[in-house]
């Protein structure tokens, strides 16, 4: 397995490796993974190769110097990604494609290889790794054609909008997508719109969705809701994410509602921190900050409600954790959230504060209408979301080309 940043705390990609590890491994299979910074917690069963990168996008000045290694700058990869990313291109996922590539065949002298399974990288490098001789598949969460067009959208100038096209690898990531065995997604959705933007066959794909840890993301015994508190879960400064629509919707409620933001202690909350002023929703709102799983899994049982208004989820872990602790959930028609909340919770049309403000104030007012959709989520994330389910149906994958 492929991951160019693999900690869980970085985003979904880190998720998504040490859990289908973890899963394969515990269904007899041997795993390696290939990993970039940041590093990956103990994956348990599973052998991991570290791949160091400069990380030249974030390092500004004599900073980039290393000064146990001061010529590090001038290795082919590194001056690549050193000058690339002056034109603030992020071009660390195409030199992981070419660090892993090398690694490979350094481990392909003493081991055997069934089969490749990148994690959403499709660097120039994988077209190199065609010609090892062995099945290369890749999980594609969603393209990142999604991305850019949000960027696009919320761009104020000129300059930040032509910062979000050089930023983003598509055609790169379109040459080699087609160019790959097969490719796994998470949802229904996903698959559509990498067909769209990538012009992968829709019979070159499976869709796998993503399990949970029902250990982890369950009701805690003996916790108390909290009156009123409803949960967002999230990068409040991701467009993506849709946290705008949420303050905007929270003007309008009626009901006595007080809302927690976890958004990872976020450090730039510019566009949504002069909207909560403008609104004068301050008293209304409150940011955790960084906070541990156990705490989120505290606050989401506290919780009488949580909202996914997403402009676009590939699957949405969010609203699949909430429903997994026994809380009901409003969700967004974006991307595959309707797949993933099912009968379980209440979808809304994307963009649209106003009927997000209906929703929460129709919930709100009928206790039994949330203990119902809570016992609901538990049952559909128990039923559709589980991990070892997801790692059986890509061996399944795995095995049309072994």
Same mark, same amino acid.
């Given at each position: 397995?492929?991951?160019?940043?693999?900690?869980?705390?970085?985003?979904?990609?880190? #998720?998504?490796?040490?859990?289908?590890?973890?899963?394969?491994?515990?269904?007899?299979?041997?795993?390696?993974?290939?990993?970039?910074?940041?590093? %990956?917690?103990?994956?348990?069963?599973?052998?991991?190769?570290?791949?160091?990168?400069?990380?030249? !996008? @974030?390092?500004?000045? &004599?900073?980039? #110097?290393?000064?146990?290694?001061? !010529?590090?700058?001038?290795?082919?990869?590194?001056?690549?990604?050193?000058?690339?990313?002056?034109?603030?291109?992020?071009?660390?996922?195409?030199?992981?494609?070419?660090?892993?590539?090398?690694?490979?065949?350094?481990?392909?002298?003493?081991? $055997?290889?069934?089969?490749?399974?990148?994690?959403?990288?499709?660097?120039?490098?994988?077209?190199?790794?065609?010609?090892?001789?062995?099945?290369?598949?890749?999980?594609?969460?969603?393209?990142?054609?999604?991305?850019?067009?949000?960027?696009?959208?919320?761009? *104020?100038?000129?300059?930040?909008?032509?910062?979000?096209?050089?930023?983003? %690898?598509?055609?790169?990531?379109?040459?080699?997508?087609?160019?790959?065995?097969?490719?796994?997604?998470?949802?229904?959705?996903?698959?559509?719109?990498?067909?769209?933007?990538?012009?992968? %066959?829709?019979?070159?794909?499976?869709?796998?969705?993503? =399990?949970?840890? $029902?250990?982890?993301?369950?009701?805690?015994? =003996?916790?108390?809701?909290?009156?009123?508190? #409803?949960?967002? *879960?999230?990068?409040?400064?991701?467009?993506? +994410?849709?946290?705008?629509?949420?303050?905007?919707?929270?003007? &309008?409620?009626?009901?006595?509602?007080? /809302?927690?933001?976890?958004?990872?202690?976020?450090?730039?909350?510019?566009?949504?921190?002069?909207?909560?002023?403008? /609104?004068?929703?301050?008293?209304?709102?409150?940011?955790?900050? +960084?906070?541990?799983?156990?705490?989120?899994?505290?606050?989401?049982?506290?919780?009488?409600?949580?909202?996914?208004?997403?402009?676009?989820?590939? !699957?949405?872990?969010?609203?699949?954790?909430?429903?997994?602790?026994?809380?009901?959930?409003?969700?967004?028609?974006?991307?595959?959230?309707?797949?993933? @909340?099912?009968?379980?919770?209440?979808?809304?049309?994307?963009?649209?504060?106003?009927? /997000?403000?209906?929703?929460?104030?129709?919930?709100?007012?009928?206790?039994?209408?949330?203990?119902?959709?809570?016992?609901?989520?538990?049952?559909?994330?128990?039923?559709?979301?589980?991990?070892?389910?997801?790692?059986?149906?890509?061996?399944?994958?795995?095995?049309?080309?072994?």
């Amino acid at each position: 397995m492929l991951c160019y940043r693999a900690n869980p705390f970085c985003g979904g990609q880190g #998720i998504y490796l040490k859990y289908v590890a973890e899963a394969l491994v515990r269904q007899g299979h041997e795993v390696h993974a290939i990993v970039g910074p940041p590093y %990956p917690l103990p994956m348990k069963g599973v052998t991991v190769h570290y791949l160091p990168n400069s990380g030249y !996008f @974030v390092r500004k000045g &004599l900073d980039i #110097i290393n000064p146990e290694s001061p !010529f590090d700058i001038f290795s082919p990869l590194n001056l690549y990604e050193y000058v690339s990313t002056r034109y603030r291109a992020f071009s660390e996922i195409n030199a992981f494609s070419f660090r892993a590539y090398y690694k490979l065949k350094e481990l392909l002298k003493s081991e $055997r290889f069934d089969v490749i399974h990148d994690n959403q990288c499709l660097g120039y490098g994988f077209l190199l790794m065609k010609q090892l001789g062995v099945p290369l598949i890749s999980t594609i969460h969603h393209p990142l054609t999604i991305d850019l067009e949000n960027v696009l959208e919320r761009g *104020v100038s000129f300059k930040e909008k032509v910062k979000g096209v050089s930023f983003y %690898p598509l055609v790169m990531q379109r040459i080699v997508s087609k160019r790959l065995d097969h490719v796994i997604t998470v949802s229904g959705d996903s698959k559509q719109k990498i067909n769209e933007a990538f012009g992968v %066959p829709l019979e070159k794909q499976t869709v796998v969705y993503n =399990g949970l840890d $029902r250990t982890v993301f369950r009701v805690l015994p =003996g916790a108390k809701k909290k009156k009123g508190k #409803i949960i967002f *879960v999230g990068n409040v400064e991701d467009g993506k +994410k849709g946290f705008a629509y949420l303050v905007k919707a929270l003007n &309008l409620v009626k009901a006595d509602v007080k /809302l927690t933001v976890v958004d990872g202690g976020a450090p730039h909350r510019k566009i949504t921190s002069q909207l909560i002023k403008n /609104l004068g929703l301050q008293e209304k709102i409150e940011f955790t900050g +960084k906070i541990d799983v156990g705490a989120l899994v505290r606050h989401y049982n506290e919780s009488e409600l949580a909202i996914v208004p997403s402009v676009y989820e590939g !699957f949405g872990f969010p609203a699949a954790e909430a429903m997994s602790c026994g809380v009901p959930v409003i969700a967004s028609d974006g991307g595959a959230l309707r797949e993933v @909340v099912g009968d379980a919770g209440i979808v809304v049309p994307v963009r649209d504060h106003e009927a /997000l403000a209906s929703a929460i104030d129709s919930v709100m007012n009928d206790k039994r209408d949330l203990a119902r959709m809570g016992k609901k989520g538990i049952e559909r994330v128990a039923t559709c979301f589980n991990w070892d389910n997801a790692a059986k149906e890509m061996v399944g994958v795995y095995e049309k080309f072994l």
